[in-house]
């Protein structure tokens, strides 16, 4: 054996696991050791924990499934917060019959909840979503009482600053447990739709972790990238908006990407378990994922109803994800192909270049992806 080779080889070796070891560190750090921003300390102008904690124990001590009494009073609850906050809130009732999926359909009586800040007049309107109802089974304190508070919030913090430019519509909306009714209703019925020229939705899939932005809808790359400038702790990968599609998963804002609309979808998906179970109450929620909510809603409310949202130009298509944790990247679709070209083509310069100087082998290349997907399969089925 070439004594300098070897030792060349296994230094080579060495880097390349320290530098797998540091990215892999990096990433586990962040995400585990300080994956949650802290609440930050009250200050006007921003949504307020206790408020927020207020409106959680308010709206979801109990399930409050259509058609029950816990219902109708979480209903009144949203009704008179905002008439305290100064809004005129509408309730629109209606029959509605929600999305049809294939030998299924779902349909009841709704009564949304509709509030619209002003802008100034000639302008357009934006829609902030989420639903008042829970399922039967559990309290619904993150799923989505959390949500319903950050938009109690954003409607308090609007009404106490200037007049924004655009209307800003809120939408509680009813029904969403059973299929979405509610939102179709309201899709179908509100003369308001007319004037909407983005949707943001707030849900919840746990009662913890980050609030992830996990859905965009249509040409929303502009509404991608101001939401990742002005909000103070943006979480989210375009990597769950291509999968997701997949998914046989819906919430209100499919009813509304459905018809064309641009806007952004959020939702927090730690501790998975309490997910529609009584688990789901206010004592487990978590504090910093109540905030974050509430500052995602407030950060859509304040940016978007003050920008120009003539129709972006085009369909573009935007990648982006955090980098190590700690920010975001960004780039159209463009940029993207190219640079996926690009690592192809290293990837096969590496081969060739690596092959041909002995370094790697084709049958080791075979073995180490088998066992990539056989470790796949172990942790499935082990799970
Ligand atoms: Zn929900």
């Not at 980050?210 to 990597?239: C, I, K, M, N, Y």
Request: hydrophobic letters at 45%; one cysteine or more; aromatic letters at 8%.
């Amino acid at each position: 054996m070439n004594l300098p080779r070897a030792i060349e080889k296994t230094k080579n070796h060495a880097l390349a696991s320290l530098f797998i070891v540091f990215v892999v560190g990096l990433a586990f750090v962040r995400l585990t050791l300080n994956g949650l921003p802290p609440v930050p300390a009250p200050a006007p102008g921003r949504p307020d924990l206790a408020r927020l904690e207020a409106h959680v124990r308010a709206l979801a001590s109990e399930p409050h499934p259509i058609g029950s009494e816990a219902h109708e009073r979480t209903r009144r609850y949203i009704l008179a917060e905002l008439e305290a906050a100064g809004v005129e809130p509408v309730e629109q009732n209606s029959s509605a019959i929600g999305p049809i999926s294939p030998g299924l359909t779902r349909a009841g009586r709704v009564r949304n909840v509709i509030a619209r800040v002003p802008g100034n007049p000639g302008t357009d309107a934006i829609l902030l979503a989420a639903h008042y109802d829970s399922v039967p089974a559990g309290p619904g304190a993150s799923d989505d009482a959390s949500s319903v508070a950050g938009l109690l919030e954003a409607v308090r913090l609007l009404k106490a600053g200037a007049r924004p430019r655009n209307d800003v519509v809120f939408l509680f909306s009813d029904a969403e447990e059973i299929g979405m009714v509610g939102a179709q209703a309201f899709a179908d019925e509100s003369p308001l739709m007319e004037k909407i020229r983005a949707v943001f939705n707030f849900e919840a899939r746990g009662t913890t972790g980050p609030v992830l932005l996990f859905e965009t809808g249509q040409d929303s790359a502009d509404l991608v990238r101001a939401f990742l400038a002005a909000d103070p702790h943006p979480q989210g990968t375009s990597l769950a908006t291509t999968v997701y599609q997949y998914l046989p998963n819906n919430t209100d804002f499919t009813v509304f990407k459905d018809r064309g609309l641009p806007g952004l979808n959020f939702a927090c998906i730690g501790d998975l378990p309490a997910y529609h179970t009584r688990l789901d109450n206010p004592n487990r929620l978590d504090p910093r994922t109540l905030m974050l909510q509430a500052e995602h809603a407030w950060t859509c409310a304040r940016t978007f109803g003050n920008s120009y949202l003539m129709r972006p130009s085009g369909r573009e298509e935007i990648v982006f994800f955090p980098a190590l944790g700690t920010f975001h990247v960004s780039y159209s679709q463009a940029p993207a192909l190219v640079l996926a070209a690009a690592a192809i083509l290293l990837l096969g310069l590496a081969f060739f270049f690596g092959i041909r100087a002995g370094l790697i082998s084709i049958g080791k290349i075979i073995a180490g992806g088998g066992a990539v997907l056989l470790l796949a399969a172990a942790a499935g089925g082990l799970a």
